[in-house]
Structures are given as structure tokens and as C-alpha cells.
């Protein structure tokens, strides 16, 4: 620009020049400084050159002025692009100026957003007022025209409020140069919000804010309403107050306060419903499709409006008419979700914000609350357990102090909580039971495993004992330090007197109250044992009364017993402290005679025992004569352990029986052992028939023209206690040796009687066939004990078969034949059993009602081989016809025989060919097999 000055400049000078050299005023040869100097003297100058006019100084005038002129063109020129230079700038200015107006009017707007606060303007005189955007905002309406700006802000002022804010801004406008008030406005939309305005008057205009204070004046109510409605209560009232609170703040038409059921996870369960106003109670809900759903799982709902459109389906939204929903979960401290708060309303709900934090809060509160109900709930179940269980409990602190003790430990001990208080347990051991060793010891275990377990003795406030089954427990917190001691106790006074009842009933007689077997035998071995190791001699007594079995079935158990217990106490009497007496069962009783000093004492002392003994016994109104027997034995001389000692004391008592009973006899070896084998026997046959231990089996006999089942054999069985199954050849001859056949001859018959009856009921029209012994026929009214049996199962007699064998009845023929009579009048049927081996004149057998013989299986079994076996076999057949009897082969084992007797016309036939001896059961189902039962009750045999 410089430059374009300089050239202007330069421009001029020369024009000027020019002219000044056309008027002569210049040297043509001047050079630019003297140019300049000339310009800068030219009045001086000027006063000397005077213009001389010709054509050659006009043409150079000329071209001085176009220079003249193209300068001031140039000057104007620049000046021009000066301005316009000078105006740009200022533009450009001024619209930076505007955007940082309009800027910081952004932030402006942007500012009264955040801060919830809108400025206005206005004109007191002609009440013009003008707005910011957050202004309009917070009323809630749309901006209107400058005019009518005033009007529309008085219109949104609740009603409640508008007279009194309408006559403040009257007098502040006129009287006072600051505004400051609070009230509500309703928008367009309906919803209310709480405004602070304040302003400042100046001349003729007041400027002004309008804050929305709306969360502030809410979350202010809730929390002053929280204190004075809320805090205080407890449980449903807690709730109560709470929904209410809730209802009243935000002014809604239902709150409800929610838990998810525990037993179906999909249902809510009411603490509290609030609907308009009103507590609704015990309601539920299902969550499925509801906006409580979204609830549960999402956490927050909020629905400002149109909740329906939302949730068209569900029924219970669309019966309430709400418009709008708000709901928050509540948390357990686990922290899952254990229920929620709800609120709903007609209108439409803003400030979700607000709502969304107070709702928060309420939540929160009503959890805790929750949680304090469970815990008090857990709290209170302890409690009762603690009061209730039938332990008693006490809890001691880290000390081992007494702190608390439940009902059932002052009904344990009869000591009271504040007997017992700030004691230490250990005071209640009983000094008898336990010394400070054992407290020692228990706290050793305590400290070391933290429990202890144990039996230990108690005493009660009254000084009595007491045995209990206690368990102590340390409570340690998490860093292990100790808490409190735990002491669970129950009184076992019942179960150790059980014990020791269940200890004495397995070692002493119920009767007598004597050691029975078991003890006996523990204390037998004892006393060997010491005897060995002391070089002493054991005295053992076996001790039988004399015909106890009489007293007992004459005069009754009770009377038996009666005289047992007697003779236990003057058993008793008669030996020393150190001596046992026991009961080995029956009327067996056992002495075992510590440190004898030789066998001649244990006879004295066995003397001493039997005059004791046969004192008379006055038993009730019968006076009675006890005699007894005795055997003895002597350790080590006649035995060198327990069993062989009363083994023998067992033998020699046997033979003081044998010899007249009423005597003590001592053990000698020469004493017969097999008489003594039987005696044994004798004894457990009848504990059997006692003990129920004899079976029936029974053996079919079939005919042979015919196949029927015509009979069936009854024969007995011994099964002893181990399961060992005793064949009668073993035990009947004893049986009948000792006359104990005539109780079991009794069983059998009644018992085959009676199973034959109810083969009868079935159809099956056999026999059923006992066997008797001579012994039973003579020695006992027979006749008369059939009769009682066949009339006490209802058997008719002709289903009855007495077998009687050969040899007896020739034996006592006259006796037989009378009896034999006599059942025969009954209608029962008689065979004789192993005809052939007896004296075989047949001649006796037409003195005999006999209808059938049984030939002895030996003449059988060699048959069809043996020629004479066959023989004999024919001729008995053969004789048998003659005399009208029927003839039995007994012993049938295969088919030769089978066919040779069928040749032969034997009748009927019997052996393990056609079936062994079964058990009833078993052979019906025999019978099963082999008869077609349904058309012929007792059809033909099918011998395969
Ligand atoms: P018994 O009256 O002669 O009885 C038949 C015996 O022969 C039974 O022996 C039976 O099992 C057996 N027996 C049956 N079929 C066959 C066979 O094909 N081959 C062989 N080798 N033997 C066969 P058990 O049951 O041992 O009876 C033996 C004896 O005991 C009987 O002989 C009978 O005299 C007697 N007895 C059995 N039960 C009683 C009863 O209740 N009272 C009486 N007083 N005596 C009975
Ligand atoms: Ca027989
Ligand atoms: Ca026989």
C-alpha cells in the first residue's frame, strides 16, 4: 500500500511538475531530488517563473493535469478500497459479536435447563412479559404472544395458589424492589410442579427467575412425611404407613407394596395395598404379562402414560383404569429379588425422576423392614425352639459363665435361669461321679476339638443325681475367637434304667431273680479260672426238685412259681455270700461253691441245702413237701472246664433221680453215660413238645385197583431249635420209654385231626392214618382222649386210621383188643403196622376188630427178587381175604415191586414210588399234580 501511496504520490509530483516545466518554472534536466526539493521550495519560486503561453507548453500542461488527474483518480480509487476494507472488517465483527451472543445465550438456555430454572422479563407498566424457553418448560405450556406472555403465566398457577401469588406480585410490583414466593403450577399436560420466583424490581421492568422445585418440595415431603408417619411403626402397620406416604406424595390412585410368594413363585403377595385411598387386604397377584414381570426382572419400570396400550392384556390393569405406573424390586441381603413397590395412577405420572429416586428409597427402607420381620421371625423360632426343645440347653459366654438356660433344663435340674446365672456348668457335675480329673480332661477336649460328647452325671437342686447324654460345643466368631459355650443335655435316667433292665432280664431269672444260664455259665468260668490260678477246688451242684411238674399241673403256674421263688430265697440261705445259686430253668437250679476245701464240705453243704428244702412250704392254702435231687461235681477232679463239670454234676443227678430221688450223689466216672444220653434227651423231647417244636408229615396210600387216595399216614418229625429235623425211630422208643409219648401221642392226633378236617372242606374225602403206641392205649384212657379230639377238631370218625404195630398188641393182646373195641364202636378205622415181624400166629387177629394189615416194607423190599419174601407176601394177602381185611404194602420203592403187588391183588400201597412223607403244604401240592381235582375229588393216581 506503501508503494501504491509513493506511486500516487509520485504521480502527482510529476503531473505538477510538468506543469510548473510547461509554465518554465522547472529545469527540464531536474532529476527527482530536485524535483522534490523544488516542490518543497516552490512558493519561492513560483514568485520568480512567470508562464510564458505556446503550443509546446500547452500540450505539456495538458499532460501535467491528465497526471493530476489520474493521481486524484488513483487517491479516490484508494480511498475507496479503504472504506471498503475498514466496512468488511467491521462485518465480519460484528458477526463474531452475534454468534458469541447467540452462544452464550445457548448456554444460557442451556444452563436455566440443567439448573431447572427459566428467566423472564417484565414491563411493569403495560405488564408485557417475556419468557425463556425453560421458563415455558417448567409451566408447561406452549410460548405465547409477548401480550399475552403475563396472562398465561398467572393461568398456569394451581388455583390453590394463583389469589395468593396474584396479590403478591400486585404489592411487590408496586411496593418493593425484590419478589420471592413459592407455588404450584399446572401444565397443558395436567401434571403439577412446585416453582420458586423471584425477581428484581427496577424502574420500569422486573427481572426475574422461575426455578422448578419440584423434586426438591417432593423428596422434602416424603422424607418429613417418613419421620412422622413412617418411622415408629412396625411390621404391616410399617407398610401401611409407608404405601400411604407414598400415595399421599406423589398423589396417586395405588400403591401397592408386593412380596413373591415363597410357595408359588409367580404370585405376589400384598404387605400392603393402598387403592384410592383405601387399605385392601390379603391381596395377590400373578406376575405372568404384567409390568410387575418387567419388574422382577428388568429392576425399573416407568410408564409416564398410556400404561394399557402397553399392557392391553391384563385384566386387573385395565379394571383399575390406570394411565401411568411406576415400580421399583426389592432386594433381599443375598440379593435377590424378594418383592417390589408399586405405584399406578389415573393421570398421567412425571417427574419419573423424583418418583424413581423416592421409590428407590422406599424400597430400600421396606426391605430392611423385611429383613427385620425374617430375622425376628427367626429370632422369635429359636427363641421357642430354645424354650420348647426337650434338651435342656445351656449357654455359657467366652468365659464359661452361665448366660441363659431353657425350660427343659430347669425342669431337668429343678434349677432356676437365675440359680444358675454367671455359674459354671461344672457346678453341676455330680462330686460323686466326677473329680476335677475329669473336668480337666473334658475342657483339654473342648479347647482342643471344640466339642465334647459324653456321659456324665448331673446334680438336681435337691442334691439327687441324674445320668445324662451331654454334648458341649464351642462358638467361635470368624477370627476364631471364642463366643460362647453350648451345652445340650438329656436326662438318660430312662434308657440306662431300660439298659440295665434289658442287661438283668439277659442275666438273671424273671421269677426268682437268680443269675440265670448265661451269668451261671460267665460265673462257672470265673471261678475256674481263679480256682486254676489259686490251686483251688470248685464245687458245682446240680439241683433237681421232685416231682415239680405235679405241683405245677395240679396246683397252677402260679403256685409252681410261688414255690420256685421259695426255693431261690432258702437256696440262698444256704450258701455263702460268695457261693451263686442260679436258674438254669424249670425246676432246675445249679450252686457253684467257691474256694471248697474239699468234696466232703460240698456234701455237707448239699445236706444242709435238701433239710432246708424239705421244711414243708405252706403255698397259699396247699402245704407242701419239697424233696430234691442232687448231683455234684468237683473242679479240677471231675472236670477240667464248665462244660464237663456240669456235664457230670448232670449225670450224678441223674442217678441220684434214678436211685429213688431225695438224695445228693457225687460225680463218679463209673456212672452210666448212656442211660445218662437218654435222660438228656428225655429232657429236651419234652422241651420240645413244650417249645412247639415237632412237625407233621404225611404220606399218601394209594389203591391199587383204582388209584385213589385212600389215606394218608401221618408221621412226626422233631425239629430242634438249630433247624436239625429228628427222625422218630430216634426219639419215639425214648418217647415211649419215658411215658412222654402219651402228651405226644395227644399233639399228633389232634394235629393230623384237624389237618385232615380241613383236607375235608377242600373235598377230599381220604383218611388220615396216626400211629399209636401200646404205652398210649394202656396207660391212658384212650378211647375217651379220641373221642374229645374227633369232637373238638369236627372230624367225622370214619376219616380216621389208628395204626397200632404187630408186636404190642400181641404183647398185651387182652388189653389191646378191649381198647381196640371200643374205638372201633366210634367208627374208626384199625390196621396193624409192621404185620410179619411179630409172632405170626394169625390166630389173634380174629380176636382183634382189625380192617387192615400193613406189611412191614422189609418182607417189600426184596420183592419180586426174593421168592420167599414174595411168598410170604401172598400168603398174607392171601389170609387177609380169607379174614375180610384189607392188605397195605408199605415201603413201595419201584415199579417191579409196584407191579408184583398190583399181581398179587394187594389193596393198597404206600412208599416213596407214589410220594415220600411232606408236609401238608407240600402235599397239596401233590395232590394238585396228580388228581384232576375239579371233576373227581380224590381221582386215580396218574403213576407215570
Ligand atoms: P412206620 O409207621 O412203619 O412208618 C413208615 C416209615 O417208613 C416212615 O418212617 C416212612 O418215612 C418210611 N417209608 C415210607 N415209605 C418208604 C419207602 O418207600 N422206603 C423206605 N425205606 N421207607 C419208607 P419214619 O417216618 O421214619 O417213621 C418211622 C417210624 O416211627 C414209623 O414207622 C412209626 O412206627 C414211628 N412213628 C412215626 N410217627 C409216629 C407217631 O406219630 N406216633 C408213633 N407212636 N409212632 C410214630
Ligand atoms: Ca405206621
Ligand atoms: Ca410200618
Known amino acids: 500500500m506503501a508503494v501504491v501511496w509513493r506511486l500516487i504520490w509520485i504521480m502527482l509530483c510529476f503531473g505538477m511538475l510538468s506543469q510548473q516545466a510547461a509554465l518554465g518554472h522547472v529545469p527540464d534536466t531536474a532529476g527527482p531530488e530536485q524535483l522534490v526539493t523544488f516542490l518543497l521550495n516552490q512558493p519561492e519560486s513560483s514568485q520568480v517563473i512567470n508562464p510564458s503561453p505556446s503550443w509546446h507548453i500547452h500540450w505539456e500542461a495538458l499532460s501535467g493535469y491528465l497526471l493530476i488527474f489520474a493521481g486524484l483518480t488513483g487517491f479516490v480509487f484508494l480511498l475507496v478500497l479503504l472504506w471498503n476494507t475498514r466496512l468488511r472488517r467491521e462485518v465480519s465483527?460484528?458477526?463474531?459479536?452475534?454468534?458469541?451472543?447467540?452462544?452464550?445465550?445457548?448456554?444460557?438456555?442451556?444452563?436455566?435447563?440443567?439448573?431447572?430454572?427459566?428467566?423472564?422479563?417484565?414491563?411493569?407498566?403495560?405488564?408485557?412479559?417475556?419468557?425463556?424457553?425453560?421458563?415455558?418448560?417448567?409451566?408447561?405450556?406452549?410460548?405465547?404472544?409477548?401480550?399475552?406472555?403475563?396472562?398465561?403465566?398467572?393461568?398456569?398457577?394451581?388455583?390453590?395458589?394463583?389469589?395468593?401469588?396474584?396479590?403478591?406480585?400486585?404489592?411487590?410490583?408496586?411496593?418493593?424492589?425484590?419478589?420471592?414466593?413459592?407455588?404450584?403450577?399446572?401444565?397443558?399436560?395436567?401434571?403439577?410442579?412446585?416453582?420458586?420466583?423471584?425477581?428484581?424490581?427496577?424502574?420500569?421492568?422486573?427481572?426475574?427467575?422461575?426455578?422448578?422445585?419440584?423434586?426438591?418440595?417432593?423428596?422434602?415431603?416424603?422424607?418429613?412425611?417418613?419421620?412422622?408417619?413412617?418411622?415408629?411403626?412396625?411390621?404391616?402397620?410399617?407398610?401401611?404407613?409407608?404405601?400411604?406416604?407414598?400415595?399421599?406424595?406423589?398423589?396417586?390412585?395405588?400403591?401397592?407394596?408386593?412380596?413373591?410368594?415363597?410357595?408359588?413363585?409367580?404370585?405376589?403377595?400384598?404387605?400392603?395395598?393402598?387403592?384410592?385411598?383405601?387399605?385392601?387386604?390379603?391381596?395377590?397377584?400373578?406376575?405372568?404379562?404384567?409390568?410387575c414381570q418387567k419388574v422382577i426382572e428388568n429392576h425399573v419400570c416407568f410408564y409416564a402414560r398410556d400404561l394399557l396400550l402397553h399392557f392391553p392384556d391384563v385384566e386387573v390393569l385395565q379394571q383399575m383404569e390406570v394411565e401411568s405406573y411406576a415400580g421399583i424390586p426389592m432386594f433381599s441381603s443375598e440379593g435377590t429379588c424378594s418383592g417390589l413397590i408399586v405405584m399406578l395412577d389415573q393421570k398421567p405420572m412425571l417427574n419419573e425422576q423424583a418418583v424413581l429416586s423416592l421409590l428407590q428409597v422406599a424400597a430400600s427402607r421396606a426391605s430392611s423392614e423385611l429383613q427385620e420381620l425374617e430375622a425376628e421371625r427367626q429370632l422369635k423360632l429359636t427363641s421357642l425352639v430354645f424354650e420348647n426343645t426337650q434338651e435342656g440347653i445351656i449357654i455359657a459366654d467366652a468365659n464359661g459363665c452361665i448366660i441363659r438356660v431353657n425350660r427343659a433344663f430347669t425342669r431337668m435340674s429343678g434349677f432356676s435361669e437365675s440359680d444358675v446365672l454367671e455359674k459354671r456348668p461344672e457346678f453341676l457335675y455330680s462330686r460323686a461321679h466326677h473329680d476335677h480329673h475329669f473336668v480337666f480332661h473334658l475342657r483339654q477336649v473342648l479347647n482342643k476339638q471344640g466339642r465334647w460328647q459324653g456321659e456324665l452325671w448331673n446334680q438336681r437342686k435337691d442334691g439327687s443325681v441324674f445320668p445324662a447324654l451331654q454334648s458341649i460345643e464351642r462358638i467361635c466368631d470368624n477370627s476364631g475367637k471364642v463366643q460362647h459355650y453350648i451345652s445340650v443335655f438329656t436326662d438318660i435316667t430312662e434308657k440306662k434304667a431300660d439298659e440295665e433292665r434289658i442287661q438283668y432280664l439277659a442275666h438273671f431269672d424273671a421269677v426268682t431273680g437268680l443269675p440265670n444260664r448265661v451269668l451261671f455259665n460267665d460265673r462257672l468260668q470265673q471261678s475256674i479260672q481263679r480256682a486254676r490260678r489259686f490251686k483251688r477246688q470248685v464245687g458245682l451242684m446240680f439241683l433237681d426238685l421232685d416231682r415239680f411238674k405235679y405241683i405245677n399241673d395240679t396246683l397252677g403256674h402260679p403256685v409252681g412259681d410261688l414255690l420256685l421263688e421259695l426255693v431261690a430265697k432258702r437256696l440262698q440261705d444256704s450258701i455263702r455270700q460268695s457261693d451263686t445259686v442260679a436258674r438254669l430253668g424249670g425246676d432246675e437250679f445249679v450252686v457253684i461253691v467257691e474256694d471248697l476245701d474239699g468234696q466232703d464240705t460240698l456234701r455237707v453243704l448239699a445236706g444242709k441245702i435238701m433239710k432246708s428244702l424239705s421244711l414243708p412250704v405252706q403255698l397259699e392254702s396247699h402245704r407242701v413237701n419239697v424233696h430234691c435231687s442232687i448231683g455234684m461235681s468237683v473242679f479240677p477232679e471231675h472236670g477240667n472246664d464248665a462244660d464237663q463239670l456240669v456235664k457230670h454234676a448232670d449225670i450224678a443227678m441223674y442217678h441220684a433221680k434214678e436211685s429213688g430221688r431225695n438224695q445228693a450223689v457225687l460225680y463218679l466216672p463209673e456212672l452210666s453215660v448212656r442211660t445218662y444220653a437218654n435222660y438228656s434227651l428225655e429232657r429236651s423231647l419234652r422241651h420240645a413238645i413244650d417249645t412247639a417244636q415237632l412237625r407233621l408229615h404225611y404220606q399218601p396210600q394209594v389203591r391199587l385197583s383204582s388209584g385213589r387216595l385212600d389215606s394218608i399216614e401221618a408221621l412226626v418229625r422233631w425239629q430242634k431249635e438249630d433247624g436239625q429235623l429228628v427222625e422218630p425211630d430216634q426219639f419215639i422208643p425214648l418217647a415211649e420209654d419215658s411215658g412222654l409219648i402219651v402228651p405226644l401221642g395227644k399233639w399228633v392226633l389232634q394235629q393230623a385231626c384237624r389237618q385232615m378236617k380241613c383236607w375235608l372242606d377242600q373235598g377230599l374225602t381220604m383218611r388220615v392214618a396216626v400211629n399209636i403206641s401200646g404205652l398210649q392205649i394202656i396207660n391212658s384212657n384212650w378211647p375217651g382222649t379220641v373221642k374229645d379230639v374227633l369232637e373238638e377238631t369236627g372230624l367225622p370218625a370214619r376219616h380216621l386210621e389208628l395204626e397200632i404195630t404187630e408186636s404190642y398188641v400181641i404183647q398185651h393182646l387182652d388189653q389191646v383188643a378191649e381198647v381196640l373195641e371200643q374205638l372201633r364202636e366210634l367208627g374208626i378205622r384199625i390196621s396193624i403196622d409192621d404185620f410179619g415181624t411179630g409172632y405170626s400166629s394169625l390166630s389173634y387177629l380174629k380176636r382183634l376188630p382189625v380192617d387192615a394189615l400193613k406189611v412191614d416194607r422189609s418182607f417189600i423190599r426184596d420183592v419180586p427178587k426174593s421168592p420167599s419174601d414174595g411168598k410170604i407176601i401172598s400168603a398174607i394177602i392171601a389170609m387177609a381175604a380169607q379174614l375180610g381185611l384189607e392188605v397195605v404194602a408199605e415201603g413201595v420203592e419201584n415199579a417191579a415191586q409196584l407191579s408184583f403187588l398190583s399181581q398179587r391183588d394187594c389193596d393198597l400201597v404206600q412208599g416213596y414210588l407214589i410220594a415220600s412223607p411232606q408236609s401238608a403244604s407240600e402235599l397239596n401240592e401233590w395232590i394238585v399234580r396228580h388228581y384232576r381235582q375239579e371233576s373227581e375229588p380224590a381221582g386215580r393216581l396218574l403213576v407215570k
Not at 135 to 156: S, W
Not at 216 to 228: E, N, T, W, Y
Not at 257 to 276: F, H, M, N, Q, Y
Open 93 to 291: 465483527r460484528r458477526r463474531q459479536t452475534e454468534a458469541a451472543l447467540r452462544e452464550s445465550e445457548q448456554n444460557l438456555l442451556h444452563s436455566q435447563r440443567i439448573a431447572a430454572i427459566g428467566s423472564w422479563q417484565l414491563s411493569v407498566t403495560d405488564r408485557v412479559m417475556t419468557c425463556s424457553d425453560e421458563m415455558h418448560r417448567i409451566l408447561g405450556v406452549e410460548p405465547a404472544d409477548a401480550g399475552d406472555c403475563y396472562k398465561q403465566f398467572l393461568n398456569t398457577i394451581h388455583c390453590d395458589d394463583r389469589l395468593r401469588v396474584e396479590n403478591y406480585f400486585y404489592t411487590t410490583l408496586r411496593y418493593q424492589n425484590e419478589l420471592d414466593c413459592q407455588f404450584r403450577v399446572t401444565g397443558d399436560d395436567g401434571a403439577v410442579r412446585y416453582v420458586k420466583c423471584q425477581g428484581k424490581v427496577t424502574a420500569e421492568t422486573v427481572h426475574g427467575t422461575l426455578q422448578d422445585i419440584t423434586e426438591r418440595h417432593l423428596s422434602d415431603l416424603f422424607f418429613q412425611g417418613f419421620a412422622r408417619q413412617v418411622t415408629g411403626h412396625h411390621g404391616t402397620d410399617y407398610f401401611n404407613a409407608l404405601a400411604g406416604l407414598l400415595a399421599e406424595t406423589f398423589n396417586v390412585a395405588y400403591v401397592l407394596i408386593g412380596v413373591i410368594s415363597k410357595t408359588e413363585p409367580g404370585r405376589v403377595d400384598s404387605l400392603c395395598l393402598i387403592a384410592k385411598g383405601k387399605i385392601v387386604k390379603d391381596f395377590y397377584y400373578y406376575l405372568a404379562d404384567t409390568p
